[in-house]
């Protein structure tokens, strides 16, 4: 896939009201992959923690047999972190503002997700 | 009022995409044809999925039928899509009042009234909320039809005992952990019967540290609860107190919403639980 296949897909995330920056990350390492942030966010260190995060989400999910992570979400009292694992192992992240519609940032995470593959 | 009905629903029949449904089954739901009104929204719904007004009258459809559950999902999905609806807001308010949840009913109350400052109906159901006179303050919120209006109970408190006794408790799908992932209470088994409680509890060590420090750095301000959709169940993540960290784990069938309101009640269940054990 190429680096402006990767810009479309965040294109996507980043046009719903409320989303401050999307990125992808690789999951197996936590490196971003392409991203698409508002000034202030730290990349490389949220995509860590990011891959950190859903790692061991993921492991938790698979022992407690819920099956693989379709979708998680962070909510904090002044935003949220909205993320979607494709399955080529790339994670698909939202940054967003609290006040966001969750529903489409997860639609436009998944149709994402779909593009990068 | 028969004649509206007559017209509406002759603008439907010619014109199916329209959105004279939502007017047609409010006044089917006013009439108290219940059943009426419920296959006109839900036939409404079907051609307008994304429309919050659509879910918000649905919804209180179904709270006039009493499927609080149905409801309260309905409402769920209408904020989602508008954040500042005023009926789906007050809708909620409403339900979390109906289980106990002050905290939340206000909050939801709270931010209607941030919006529609002046919707006398939200500041009378506001006080009543807070003084706690739930008829009067369903009344206020203008859900529910009054025949059906009964006080609801104050919120069932869960029976920590059962919920954290360990095994016996794993039917909860709740577990209990501090923050190095030692088991404090409650346990798992997966869909096989089999207790996978130490799995589980050692692969969510640390994410309580790693969730707040996520959120620090992008300034989401405190972290109040992570969720995870799986292939075959939702999985919700909070922080009753700061050194614990609380699993509630259902079935896909329950929606995600249901699901942070059911880890909200249980978070208070285990603040109370740790209280006592200190």
């Known amino acids: 896939m190429t680096a402006a296949a990767f810009e479309r897909a965040?294109?996507?995330?980043?046009?719903?009201?409320?989303?401050?920056?999307?990125?992808?990350?690789?999951?197996?390492?936590?490196?971003?992959?392409?991203?698409?942030?508002?000034?202030?966010?730290?990349?490389?260190?949220?995509?860590?923690?990011?891959?950190?995060?859903?790692?061991?989400?993921?492991?938790?999910?698979?022992?407690?047999?819920?099956?693989?992570?379709?979708?998680?979400?962070?909510?904090?009292?002044?935003?949220?972190?909205?993320?979607?694992?494709?399955a080529s192992g790339i994670l698909v992240v939202a940054v967003t503002e609290a006040e966001v519609n969750i529903g489409l940032v997860r639609l436009e995470l998944l149709r994402a997700a779909g593009a990068v593959g | 009022m028969a004649e509206d009905i007559k017209s509406l629903s002759s603008q439907l029949a010619q014109d199916p995409l329209s959105l004279v449904f939502l007017r047609l089954a409010e006044l089917l739901r006013q009439k108290g044809q219940l059943d009426a009104a419920h296959r006109v929204a839900l036939s409404g719904l079907e051609r307008h999925p994304h429309l919050a007004d659509a879910h918000d009258l649905y919804a209180r459809i179904l709270a006039d039928k009493n499927d609080f559950e149905r409801a309260f999902d309905e409402w769920d999905m209408a904020v989602r899509i508008a954040p500042h609806h005023l009926g789906a807001l007050k809708g909620l308010a409403f339900l979390y009042f109906k289980v106990g949840d002050i905290d939340q009913a206000v909050a939801h109350l709270e931010a209607a009234h941030k919006h529609a400052p002046d919707d006398a109906s939200i500041t009378q159901a506001l006080a009543l909320v807070r003084g706690g006179q739930p008829a009067a303050a369903a009344g206020g919120l203008g859900i529910g039809r009054e025949e059906k209006r009964a006080a609801?109970?104050?919120?069932?408190?869960?029976?920590?005992?059962?919920?954290?006794?360990?095994?016996?408790?794993?039917?909860?799908?709740?577990?209990?952990?501090?923050?190095?992932?030692?088991?404090?209470?409650?346990?798992?088994?997966?869909?096989a019967g089999q207790d996978v409680t130490e799995a589980v509890a050692a692969y969510l060590a640390g994410v309580s540290q790693e969730a707040t420090r996520t959120a620090k750095l992008l300034g989401l301000g405190t972290w109040t609860g992570l969720a995870t959709e799986g292939g075959m169940g939702h999985v919700h993540l909070t922080s009753p107190t700061a050194e614990s960290l609380l699993l509630v784990v259902r079935d896909r069938a329950v929606p995600m919403g249901r699901l942070a309101i059911v880890a909200q009640r249980a978070a208070h269940a285990a603040r109370r639980w740790l209280e006592r054990q200190a």
């Open chain 2, 152 to 191: 609801p109970a104050a919120a069932a408190p869960m029976e920590e005992a059962r919920v954290f006794a360990g095994l016996e408790g794993a039917q909860e799908g709740l577990l209990l952990l501090d923050a190095a992932g030692l088991v404090l209470g409650g346990a798992l088994r997966n869909p």
């Open chain 1, 10 to 86: 965040l294109d996507m995330v980043t046009r719903v009201r409320g989303v401050r920056g999307a990125m992808l990350v690789s999951a197996a390492d936590g490196l971003v992959v392409a991203e698409h942030l508002m000034e202030g966010i730290k990349g490389p260190a949220v995509a860590a923690l990011a891959g950190s995060l859903s790692n061991r989400l993921g492991r938790a999910m698979e022992a407690a047999g819920v099956g693989a992570s379709v979708f998680w979400h962070l909510q904090g009292t002044q935003g949220a972190l909205l993320v979607v694992p494709a």
